[in-house]
């Protein structure tokens, strides 16, 4: 089968994994801990994808160096206790992944999480080795700055117009710009599908299975958004 596209990236945290209700409870908790004042919901949702200490800066851009390594601590041991059974995948997701392989996509993550934090979720989920790279916030430069990106294309030698960021966050999509891809838009995550259109996905979905369809049937140009929206 001719496909536009060799390899597949994900997001993990709101893309593959039902986390995000769990990472704003945790920051609200560790907002607590520190005795800062706890930012709404949307606010907290509007960080997911950076790098932690990154996402702490932008809650709460008064605090100095240490201070935010004193809330990522809290926020490490908060999220550890709710995360003693890591976040469910979201329906379809472990199907399609499947199904991607068996049609030779290469397949890649690249995550806003620790590695410490994305390798005990991989093994929770039987993947240790499962994905041909996969790149933490910790170890590269943080989303929306494409060099985790770039650091998988390289693995992979293959070329950006070659691969698709698939993301649930306005920092998926700005990476996928930045390193001259072209990304698909989950609304089940961080950010609606109305906020993330902005930002030029080549389709927007509704369910991750949905994905799947789409590349089988969408050539490369199509700007699309499938599912009940239309």
Same mark, same amino acid.
């Given at each position: 089968?001719?496909?536009?596209?060799?390899?597949?990236?994900?997001d993990?945290?709101?893309?593959?994994?039902?986390?995000?209700?769990?990472?704003?409870?945790?920051?609200?908790?560790?907002?607590?801990?520190?005795?800062?004042?706890?930012?709404?919901?949307?606010?907290?949702?509007?960080?997911?994808?950076?790098?932690l200490?990154?996402?702490?800066?932008?809650?709460?851009?008064?605090?100095?160096?240490?201070?935010?390594?004193?809330?990522?601590?809290?926020?490490?041991?908060?999220?550890?206790a709710?995360?003693?059974?890591? /976040?469910?995948?979201?329906?379809?997701v472990?199907? #399609? &992944? $499947?199904?991607?392989? =068996?049609? +030779?996509?290469?397949?890649?993550?690249?995550?806003?999480?620790?590695?410490?934090?994305?390798?005990?979720?991989?093994?929770?989920?039987?993947?240790?080795?499962?994905?041909?790279?996969?790149?933490?916030?910790?170890?590269?430069?943080?989303?929306p700055?494409?060099?985790?990106?770039?650091?998988?294309?390289?693995?992979?030698?293959?070329?950006?117009?070659?691969a698709l960021?698939?993301?649930?966050?306005s920092?998926?999509?700005?990476?996928?710009?930045?390193?001259?891809?072209? /990304?698909?838009?989950?609304?089940?995550?961080?950010? #609606? &599908? $109305?906020?993330?259109? =902005?930002? +030029?996905?080549?389709?927007?979905?509704?369910?991750?299975?949905?994905?799947?369809?789409?590349?089988?049937?969408?050539?490369?140009?199509?700007?699309?958004?499938?599912?009940?929206?239309?």
């Amino acid at each position: 089968m001719q496909r536009d596209y060799d390899l597949l990236i994900f997001d993990w945290d709101g893309t593959l994994a039902d986390s995000i209700g769990r990472i704003v409870e945790a920051m609200h908790l560790a907002a607590g801990r520190a005795g800062y004042a706890t930012c709404d919901d949307e606010a907290v949702k509007g960080i997911i994808g950076l790098a932690l200490p990154e996402a702490i800066s932008v809650l709460y851009p008064h605090l100095d160096a240490v201070q935010v390594a004193a809330f990522r601590q809290h926020y490490a041991d908060v999220y550890m206790a709710l995360d003693d059974q890591p /976040s469910p995948l979201f329906d379809g997701v472990v199907e #399609s &992944l $499947e199904g991607f392989r =068996a049609e +030779g996509y290469r397949l890649a993550v690249a995550t806003g999480k620790a590695r410490r934090g994305l390798d005990r979720v991989l093994r929770a989920n039987g993947w240790e080795g499962y994905f041909d790279i996969t790149r933490a916030a910790d170890e590269s430069r943080g989303k929306p700055h494409p060099q985790m990106l770039e650091e998988i294309l390289a693995h992979c030698q293959v070329e950006p117009q070659r691969a698709l960021m698939v993301g649930d966050s306005s920092f998926d999509l700005l990476m996928a710009s930045n390193a001259g891809m072209h /990304s698909v838009a989950v609304g089940y995550g961080a950010m #609606s &599908l $109305e906020a993330l259109s =902005a930002f +030029g996905p080549q389709v927007c979905i509704d369910h991750f299975s949905q994905l799947q369809a789409w590349l089988r049937r969408s050539p490369v140009a199509a700007h699309s958004r499938v599912g009940e929206h239309g």
